[in-house]
């Protein structure tokens, strides 16, 4: 059963928000996240301070730095961008539970649901984008192949070879995913060439936004960044006609289907 709490609310306003900014934009805004921050914190000390229990308060602090942690191991293990990493941390006010171990247990439980929906999430849209422009994301697929032609023949023999090796399931799983990645990679860049690609105007560009090419200005080369680029590239970049970008998955309405499974399922893990 749902807690319809004050946290509850504020957070699903939020991600509702955030996920209309990232499927319109591909971006959270930091105000927002910056707000969901200071909005349940505040609610959390006033609660510490109306129940005399500063408990809550030394609570609140292990959270944050557990979530700041996390927040950074997803954001430079490039698994999310930085409005993603950023409303995750914005959401640590909302597992705050009566002691730390019940506080770590549910942080681990939404990540589990949030890595579940992504999963999910990410398979159902890239089909999408493939259906919709299956006959020039093929041909980037042939294009592929015929490039990575000599790791793609030898892969099926290293697969079967750690198949083989031992009897331990780890290794009969990794055989499975030696031959399955370079599949996926090249299914993957496909799909990203055709279908996550767009050439704008430079005047349109927008801090954080991500090159699909190098492009140079004069004798300035400006490379791709997983950081996107700066204030200062956009400012070189903004009298060009022509700029590629790349437009990553719009990971945050995963974020609302995690924090559905959330505050449906966490009670049957506690």
Known sequence: MIELTFLFWLFLIGILVATFQDLKRREVDNWLNLLLILISLSYVFYKALYEKNPEIILLTGFIIAIMFVIMNIFYYGRVFG???????????????????????????????????????????????????????????????????????????????????LSNSLIFKLLSIIIFISPLLYIFAKGLENISMTKTISGKDLREGDWLADKERIGKKVINYSWEGLSKEEVRLLSKKKKVKIKEGLPFVPAFLMAFILYALLRTLFN
């Open 82 to 164: 930085g409005g993603d990493a950023g409303l995750l941390f914005a959401m640590s006010a909302f597992f705050i539970g009566v002691e730390f171990i019940e506080s770590a247990t549910n942080i681990g439980i939404f990540i589990l649901f949030l890595m579940v929906s992504g999963s999910i999430y990410g398979t159902i849209y890239s089909s999408i984008l493939y259906i919709k422009n299956r006959e020039k994301v093929n041909k980037e697929i042939k294009k592929g192949i015929k490039k990575h032609k000599k790791i793609l023949l030898a892969i099926p023999i290293i697969s079967v070879a750690f198949y083989f």
